[in-house]
Structure formats: structure tokens, C-alpha cells
């Protein structure tokens, strides 16, 4: 008997070869009709993965835009489920059950793939339903006191020093040239960085900076941890100098002049047994929450303000009534951080109405047991959740029909400190600790250089001086779009008291801004 296969026999084989893989990624790809609806992929069956790995955390977004008006969708993957949840009514219950729904194991990931800690460091940290011992909660819950009161007083202060030798400095220069992204981020990185670790903060070297930036630029391709220092070269390298830095900082007892922030988190790492390698490594992932978002977040909005006239020169008007002392004797202008906090909602109002429009973030978290929210949707244990935050802050349902509009006026008057619909900081009981540090630096920031300064982009078209830049996909870290190119504006200094000492004062006590929440 001959043993060939005839072509009739091998297309045969070949067509129930693909029946059968088609039928079973069918299959792992099924849904559960108490499961929020799937959204349909472009193209069957592999379509979500090909959206995922051409469009990177964007398609998340994209699949909100394709299905508008549904609170929750599922994406499934083979055996694996992605839910998006867009409703603000959908919110509350995930943060009812955060026992179940938890962001901890994303922490977790974060210490092995992004601060490439130890497996002992790992273990220390995990949270406690995964094996570990729950040492990450401890360290964010020791954080949170020392960035409220006179820790984050002591942090303010030493924040508006920097700012005000920046801007000094770009006064005796004016009028120059700068790139206004470049600008936002040494003068934000120096100022944060060095209230954060004090005289022997590593970030005082440009070298550090910069690899700190190149770190947080190859942050995607470093959390596949795949041969990282051949596949993601310039973020391995950029954090493996960022480690080093902070491995001194240590053995020359840096923190003894650092923040209350920085002392409480060596001593809390320290006391649970995390040696000063992991310590370094750890912090050199802190800077990621210390300067990601604040960066950009400083940047954005200060497009948002200059590109808007009629909201420039009201931002300067309250300001100049409002938190700026005169004294022509002694030729001193100061801007009091906590006059702005107490009598400037405008500018409060327009920094939270960019933080809301800008930010192109999600919040991500892993279900750890079958859980039904709502009673309507059945979510299932070792699924993902992904909670887009542009979807969220768009919703009409919370922000009305003007939603897409740049308003801050929505932001005013309201009484009560949590609207559904406003995850710029987290939700309970992740929210985030430093967002009053945040808040501070990013207005004295703005108020500082548009009160001293005209800036104009350089490359303009006529009527439209500031065009909407291109941007570019940034790391999975951050929140906010990164630009395709630099924008450069000229920085003239402005007439009214130029020929003052600028500077600023903190009253101690009031650092806290009554943010919107959750
Ligand atoms: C404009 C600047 C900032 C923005 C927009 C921002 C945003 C956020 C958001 C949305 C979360 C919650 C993440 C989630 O639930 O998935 C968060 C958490 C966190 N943020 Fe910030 N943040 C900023 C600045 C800062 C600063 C300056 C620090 C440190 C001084 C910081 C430290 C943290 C930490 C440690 C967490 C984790 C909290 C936890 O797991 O409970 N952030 N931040």
C-alpha cells in the first residue's frame, strides 16, 4: 500500500487543520451573556490582538469611540478577558469592591518589570493574596502623611526656590528662545527632585535627568522583559544609571537631608528587610510617579492657558488681585501659593479642566474572583480591567453635551468634592498621595512664567500662533501625549514690574487644594 498523501487528502487535512483552529480560538474566545457585551474586532477572531499590537493602550480608547453609550465591554483574547468600563455608575462598583478588583498586583509588576527589584524584594512586597507580604501597602501607606502637612510645607518650599532660580534665570536671558516641552521638563524635574531627596539628590547631574527621561521613554519595550539590555537598550541603560545614582545617594546617608517623603520610605523598606540595592531600584521607580505626570501635566496645561487669550489674561487678572504682593519700596513681587489656593478657583478650575481634557491615561485593574457589579455584569477571576480615562472624563452623562469643550468654568461652584466621572487622581482607594505636591507646583509654575512672561511659538501660522501640536504614543506610564516635535516659543520678559524681584512664599498649613475626586 502506497504511503503518499494525495493533494485531495493534504487540502483535506490543511481545511480541518483550520476548522479546528478557528473552532477552539471561537471558543476560548466566548463570551458569557452575564459578561458585559464583546466588542466586535475588525477583523474575526484575531482582530483585538492585532488592534493591541498596532495601537499599543490606545485601542482601549478606540474601542470606547466604536461603542459609544455602552458602560462596559468585553474584549477577549483567547481564554484571557480585557473588560473596558467607561460609566461613571460602573466606577462606584469597582471601587466597592477593591478587596476583589485591586490595582496591588499591577504594583507588584511594577517592582519586578520597572524598578527590576529582587525576587526577596518582590516577595516583601507582593500583596498578601498573591503570596507576598504586602509590603507595597505599607510603603504607600507610610508615604501618605509626609505629603500633607509639614512634609509637604518643608517640600513646597524647597520646590519654589528652584522655580524661582529657573525663572530668574530666563529673565536675565529674556528675551531667548526655548523649547517650551524641554523647558517644562528640566525646570519641573530639577524643582520636584530636589525637594524630594535634598542636597545629594541625584537629579542635580543633567546626565541623571536625562537618563531618567530616557528611562521612562523605553518603558514599553523594558516591561517585556525580554533580554532588556539588548531589546530596550536605552531605557535598561537609562534606569540601570538612575539605579547606581540612588545606590550612593544611599551609602552617603542621603536621606538624612531629604524630604519626610524620601526618610519614610527608606525606613519603611528598610524595617521590612529590602536591602539598599532593592531600595535604589525602588526609588528609581518612584520618580516615575514623582515626574511622569507632573511633566506633561505642567506642559499641557500651560498650552492650554497661552493658547487661549481671553483665559491667559484672566488667569493674570486673578492672580494680580488675588496672590501677588506688590511692594514698589522694595521693588518685590511675591506670589503666595496659598493666596491661590484660597482666592484663585479660576486657575485651580483651568489647571483641573486640562488635567481632565489631556489626559489619555487608564486605570488598570486584575480581577481576583468572580465578581458581579451593578447586578447586571458577571466579571471574572484573572480578568483585566481597563478604565480609560478619556472615555470617563467625556462622559456626557457627568460633563453634558460641551464635554469635548475646554471650559474650566465647569469646575467652579461646586460645592461637593467628588462628581463620578474624574479619575485625573485615582479613585478610593488608590488615589494618589502626592497630588497636592502636584497641584502646587504645576500652578507656581504657571503663575510664575505667565506673569513674567509673553510666550509666542516661534513657528506660527498667521492667526493661529498656537496650533495644536502633533503628538506621538508616549510610555504606558504617563498618562498624557507626548509631542512629535519641540515646540519653541519665545520667552519676552513683560513690562509690569520687570524690573522686580520676583519670588514666592508658602504659608505653612495650606498646601492642600480641595481637588476634585473620583
Ligand atoms: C499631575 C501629576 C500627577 C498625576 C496626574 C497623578 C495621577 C495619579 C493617578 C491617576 C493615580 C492612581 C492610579 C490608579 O488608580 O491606577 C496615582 C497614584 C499614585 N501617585 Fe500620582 N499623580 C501625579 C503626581 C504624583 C506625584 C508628584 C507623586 C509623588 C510625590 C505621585 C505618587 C503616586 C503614588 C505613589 C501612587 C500610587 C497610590 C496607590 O497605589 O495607592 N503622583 N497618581
Redesign the pocket.
Known amino acids: 500500500m502506497s504511503s503518499e498523501i494525495s493533494p485531495i487528502q493534504g487540502f483535506i487535512s490543511v481545511l480541518v487543520a483550520i476548522v479546528l483552529i478557528v473552532a477552539s480560538i471561537a471558543r476560548l474566545n466566548g463570551v458569557d451573556s452575564r459578561e458585559p457585551p464583546a466588542a466586535k474586532p475588525t477583523v474575526p477572531l484575531l482582530g483585538h490582538v492585532f488592534g493591541l499590537l498596532w495601537n499599543g493602550t490606545a485601542y482601549f480608547q478606540q474601542l470606547c469611540d466604536k461603542n459609544p453609550n455602552i458602560p462596559a465591554i468585553t474584549i477577549p483574547i483567547f481564554k484571557a478577558k480585557t473588560y473596558i468600563i467607561t460609566a461613571p455608575w460602573l466606577l462606584q462598583a469597582v471601587q466597592r469592591n477593591s478587596r476583589i478588583i485591586s490595582?496591588d498586583p499591577f504594583?507588584s509588576f511594577a517592582t519586578d518589570r520597572i524598578a527590576g527589584c529582587s525576587k526577596h524584594a518582590q516577595n516583601i512586597l507582593r500583596e498578601k493574596p498573591a503570596g507576598g507580604q504586602g509590603g507595597n501597602h505599607n510603603v504607600?501607606h507610610a508615604?501618605h502623611p509626609t505629603?500633607l502637612g509639614d512634609g509637604l510645607d518643608d517640600m513646597n518650599e524647597s520646590m519654589i526656590k528652584r522655580l524661582k532660580l529657573w525663572n530668574d534665570a530666563l529673565a536675565a536671558r529674556a528675551p531667548m528662545k526655548i523649547d517650551l516641552c524641554e523647558w517644562c521638563r528640566e525646570v519641573i524635574t530639577v524643582a520636584?527632585s530636589e525637594s524630594m531627596w535634598g542636597e545629594l539628590n541625584p537629579f542635580k547631574s543633567k546626565v541623571i535627568r536625562d537618563a531618567f527621561w530616557d528611562f521612562e521613554g523605553g518603558m514599553n519595550a523594558l516591561l517585556l522583559k525580554f533580554l532588556p539590555q539588548l531589546t530596550a537598550r536605552r531605557g535598561w541603560k537609562g534606569r540601570e544609571t538612575l539605579f547606581n545614582a540612588f545606590v550612593e545617594y544611599y551609602k552617603a546617608d542621603g536621606t538624612k537631608s531629604g524630604s519626610q517623603?524620601a526618610k519614610a520610605r527608606w525606613n519603611c523598606l528598610h524595617e521590612m528587610g529590602v536591602s539598599l540595592e532593592d531600595i535604589a531600584r525602588l526609588e528609581t521607580s518612584m520618580c516615575i510617579?514623582?515626574l511622569a505626570?507632573?511633566v506633561p501635566?505642567a506642559f499641557w496645561f500651560l498650552f492650554d492657558v497661552c493658547s487661549r487669550p481671553e483665559i491667559l489674561e484672566k488667569i493674570r487678572g486673578e492672580l494680580y488681585e488675588h496672590a501677588v504682593h506688590i511692594d514698589p519700596e522694595t521693588k518685590s513681587a511675591i506670589v503666595d501659593l496659598a493666596d491661590i489656593r484660597e482666592h484663585c478657583p479660576f486657575i485651580i478650575a483651568a489647571l483641573q479642566e486640562s488635567?481632565r481634557t489631556r489626559n489619555t491615561g487608564r486605570?488598570?485593574r486584575l480581577v481576583y474572583e468572580d465578581v458581579v457589579i451593578d447586578n447586571k455584569y458577571l466579571l471574572k477571576k484573572g480578568s483585566i480591567i481597563q478604565i480609560p480615562y478619556q472615555a470617563v472624563h467625556e462622559h456626557e452623562k457627568v460633563w453634558g453635551s460641551t464635554s469635548k469643550n475646554f471650559d474650566p468654568t465647569r469646575f467652579l461652584n461646586r460645592t461637593q468634592r467628588k462628581v463620578g466621572g474624574f479619575?485625573?487622581?485615582?479613585?478610593s482607594?488608590?488615589?494618589?498621595?502626592?497630588?497636592h505636591?502636584?497641584a502646587g507646583e504645576?500652578l507656581s509654575f504657571v503663575a510664575a512664567l505667565i506673569l513674567r512672561f509673553d510666550l509666542t511659538p516661534t513657528i506660527s501660522s498667521p492667526g493661529a500662533p498656537w496650533n495644536e501640536p502633533e503628538i506621538q504614543p508616549s510610555s504606558v506610564v504617563t498618562?498624557f501625549a507626548a509631542l512629535k516635535n519641540p515646540l519653541l516659543v519665545s520667552a519676552t520678559p513683560r513690562e509690569k514690574y520687570q524690573d522686580y524681584d520676583w519670588d514666592f512664599r508658602v504659608t505653612r498649613g495650606s498646601g492642600r487644594f480641595e481637588l476634585i475626586m473620583g
Open positions: 490595582f504594583l504607600i508615604m505629603l520636584a517623603l510617579g514623582l505626570n507632573t501635566t488635567l486605570a488598570t479619575l485625573e487622581f485615582g479613585m482607594p488608590n488615589t494618589c498621595p502626592g497630588r505636591f502636584a504645576i498618562s
